[in-house]
């Protein structure tokens, strides 16, 4: 009797499921997936050289006078000039992208017209570009000599342009392929309600495409938060007006301050950090929603 008890409680046949003790041990050493540890590892590897050394290296660069010297050299007047500038430039870049790049993703997606084709490639431009040869032809078009008689050179509107230019791909293509999934039919059907055009993307279409939206306009600030070459030229380098963070930094390693370089470089590679973690916080809150949505 014992023995068909213990049977029946370990042998239940084929196709039922046997209880198992769990394992114990490290489980979170675990590794699953197709990669394997010596995928992983490489990643690892390969991340560290390129990305987390460099960075290290930056901030114990940044502290070699200790924290009095980094504090001194981030909150000096003129590196809280180049930031303040920076910011702001930035900011209105990211707002312009996020109403331009929807747009243009709009039309893109929603429209046919002559030479499609080739305005959808040129969107990806900037990003093969050099950011240099955009300069270049900014001061050529807007610089003292400006064929079209419009000056923008060493000023903040001419940053804007020239950010604007290398930052325009990141909000096109976020929204974009949310757009092509949009289901059509209930535009249709909100249509046919009495909505007007801008009802129907203000209550349907925006909270759809809000996340990637807000995820191109975040990625276009970080870009522009960093840019050197697009404003080299074209921005003047006017402490206090015109003169971003990135030419600061320039400036600070010539008259040989690296230290002061290296700190107003923390201070941006900060910056640019938390914006992208609000992001990647905010793209994942909305996965969880859309989960417990379905």
């Keep these: 009797m014992s023995d068909s008890s213990t049977s029946a409680g370990t042998d239940r046949g084929p196709g039922v499921s046997v209880d198992k003790k769990p394992k114990s041990g490290r489980s979170w050493l675990r590794v699953t997936g197709s990669v394997g540890p010596i995928g992983i590892a490489t990643s690892v ?20 006078d200790g924290w009095s010297g980094f504090w001194d050299a981030v909150t000096a007047p003129s590196a809280i000039d180049s930031l303040k500038v920076t910011i702001f430039v930035s900011v209105i870049v990211a707002v312009v992208n996020v109403i331009m790049g929807t747009l243009i993703a709009w039309v893109l997606v929603r429209d046919e017209f002559p030479g499609k084709g080739i305005v959808n490639a040129l969107i990806d431009l900037p990003f093969a570009l050099p950011t240099i040869v955009a300069s270049i032809v900014l001061l ?21 342009v020239a950010l604007a ?3 325009l791909p990141f909000v096109v293509r976020s929204v974009q392929p949310v757009l092509i999934e949009v289901d059509k039919e209930v535009e249709q059907a909100a249509a046919s309600l009495g ?16 996340p990637a939206i807000i ?12 840019e050197y070459g697009s404003v080299v030229l074209i921005g003047g380098n006017i402490p206090r007006e015109t003169q971003m963070a990135s030419q600061y930094i320039q400036q600070q390693i010539e008259i040989d301050r690296p230290v002061n370089a ?5 201070a941006l590679l900060v910056i ?12 994942d809150r909305t996965a969880r929603k859309e989960q417990e949505s379905r």
Excluded: C, E, K, M
Aim: without cysteine; hydrophobic residues 55%.
């Design 45 to 64: 590897l390969w991340l560290s050289i390129i990305v987390l050394l460099p960075l290290a290296a930056l901030t114990y660069t940044s502290f070699d």
């Design 140 to 160: 050529a078009l807007y610089g003292p000599r400006s064929p079209i008689n419009v000056h923008l050179n060493a000023t903040q509107p001419g940053i804007i």
């Design 165 to 167: 230019f290398v930052t």
């Design 195 to 210: 909505a007007d055009n801008w009802t129907t993307f203000r209550r349907i279409l925006l909270p759809t495409l809000a």
């Design 215 to 226: 995820s191109g306009g975040g990625l276009a600030f970080a870009r522009a938060i960093g």
């Design 262 to 266: 290296a700190a107003v470089s923390v």
């Design 272 to 283: 640019s950090f938390l914006s992208l973690l609000v992001l990647r916080l905010f793209a």
